[in-house]
Structure formats: C-alpha cells, structure tokens
C-alpha cells in the first residue's frame, strides 16, 4: 500500500460557542500548537434544514442549550457568511487551511461562494441531492462525505452520482460511525478497508471522521488506508455543548497529528538488508561462530 502523508483536520464545528473571539483562538491552537492541516467549522440554514415543530421544540437536552428552543439554540451558534469569510481569512493568516460542513443548499451556496480547498457533507445530508447537484455543478473544490448512518447500497448510490456528474475524482469518502461518543466496539475500523478495496481506484481519496475517546484507534485508521483523520476540538471538554465531551482537547489534537506523522515516517521496508543505524550494533554484538 502507498501510504499518503497524514492530514488531520481539526473539527471546531460549534464548539466556538458562538463567539467569534474563541473560534478564532480555536483556530490559532489548532494551527500552532496541535499543528493540524485544517480547520472544519458547520453552517447551516435552521429554518430551512428544520420544520417548524422541530425549530419551536426544546432542546432535547437543555442543560447544553444555548436557547429556549432548538431553533434558537442553534441560531445562537451560527455564524453569517461574513463572519466565515473572517475565519477564512483568519486560516490563510495562521497558515492553516479552513473548511465548513454543509447541512442544506442555502448553506452550501454561500460556503461555495468563499471557495474553500473543500467542503464536508455530513452523514445526515449524503443524501441530500438537490445540495449535492448544486456544488457538482457550481463548485470546483474537493467534496468530503461522512458515511455514518449509510448503508451500503446508499454509498454506491452516493458514489455513481458523482460519477454521473463527472465529479467522482473530486469525492472523498470518510469512514464515520455517527455516535458522541461512540464506543470502541462500534468504531468498525475494518471498513476502511472495505471503502478502499471498493472505491480507491473511483474517487480521489479515503478518509476517517472519529467520535470517540482517546487517539489510539485514529492510528489504526490511517494504517488501514485512510490518510484524512478529522476529529472534534475544543478547548475544554467540560464546556456547555453536545459535542465537547466527544472532543479532542489541544494537547490531545497535538499529540493525534504528532503519532500519526511518525507513523507515516515509519511504514516503510528497510532499503537494504542491514542498516546503517544496525551495522554499528551487528559489529559490535553479532555472535560470532
């Protein structure tokens, strides 16, 4: 296997609380400290992804509710195209590539108009086709898509449209179990390599989009063939919100692209059959007959 260099994108989605100050030192962190290659943040247009029962509900758990109903909560999270343009703009000036997941096709029109590198479907909209015609006809970037909650079947489906559109060499397509947090038992990491035997040679890459704990199963995720890793950030777990407990923090997102850069360093085979590094200790120790 042709290992392709790591690249780790730092999830921010709406862990910014919906103040700018700290999106942006979410980006800062990510950029110098965690060294990631790319930030994600999440847009979307409540009243038209939501019905109106769903916008007036409560929040199912209302201690992380930033509103008095779902639709406020998630109004007080969101940020205006504007306000996206200053993150991205933010990114080129800390050297760190920004990108936004898409929920409806408002949102993907206005992300689209920023022209990031790529844009990210999540598990729940893959398929949403009328938002995905839209960008394989007016968007020239990478398109990234989740396949949490998909079967199969819907993954072929999602990949002959692209191929039908001319875009498939434009599609990344993650791993993802859609769970906060999802436990290890559930992550199915041998699916990687199911997307790959199926799908390398069809679309541009594979990736990995983790919810659980720890960092440990995002290594295994790129040695079995998917060089992308996205992962939650924040800055504090304990943080009002759904999805910080599922959350790298810094040191944590630091670490995960740390590992995963070594790792890359060391899948190799040995270039000849002794080492430089081992020919100093075979004179020295090699038993002699």
């Known amino acids: 296997m042709n290992y392709h260099k790591p690249y780790v994108i730092a999830e921010i989605g709406c862990n910014h609380k919906g103040d700018m100050e700290i999106a942006k030192e979410l980006i800062k962190v990510a950029a110098i400290f965690c060294k990631a290659d790319a930030v994600k943040f999440q847009k979307r247009n409540n009243k038209e992804l939501l019905t109106e029962e769903q916008y007036n509900a409560p929040h199912p758990n209302p201690i992380n509710s930033y509103g008095d109903t779902y639709g406020a909560h998630r109004e007080y999270l969101e940020f205006n195209v504007q306000q996206h343009q200053e993150l991205m703009d933010y990114c080129d000036e800390m050297g760190i590539t920004y990108s936004t ?8 029109q206005e992300i689209a108009s920023l022209n990031p590198e790529f844009i990210k479907i999540p598990s729940a909209c893959n398929n949403h086709f009328e938002m995905l015609e839209w960008l394989c006809d007016h968007y020239k970037g990478e398109i990234h898509c989740s396949t949490g909650m998909t079967t199969p079947d819907e993954i ?7 191929e039908r559109k001319g875009r498939a060499q434009d599609l990344v397509l993650y791993n993802c179990t859609s769970g906060y947090p999802v436990p290890f038992e559930d992550i199915c990491l041998l699916d990687i390599t199911t997307l790959r035997d199926k799908y390398q040679n069809r679309i541009k890459q594979i990736g990995f989009s983790g919810h659980h704990l720890g960092i440990a199963a995002d290594v295994a995720a790129y040695t079995l063939g998917a060089p992308i890793v996205e992962r939650h950030y924040t800055l504090d777990r304990t943080w009002k919100g759904t999805d910080h407990s599922a959350s790298l923090e810094p040191n944590g997102l630091r670490k995960l692209a740390r590992d995963l850069r070594a790792v890359h360093k060391a899948l190799t085979h040995k270039s000849q059959d002794i080492l430089p590094i081992e020919q100093v200790q075979r004179d020295k120790l090699k038993y002699r007959k």
């Open 101 to 108: 997941s898409v929920w409806d096709t408002s949102s993907a």
């Open 156 to 162: 072929e489906q999602l990949v002959q449209f692209f």
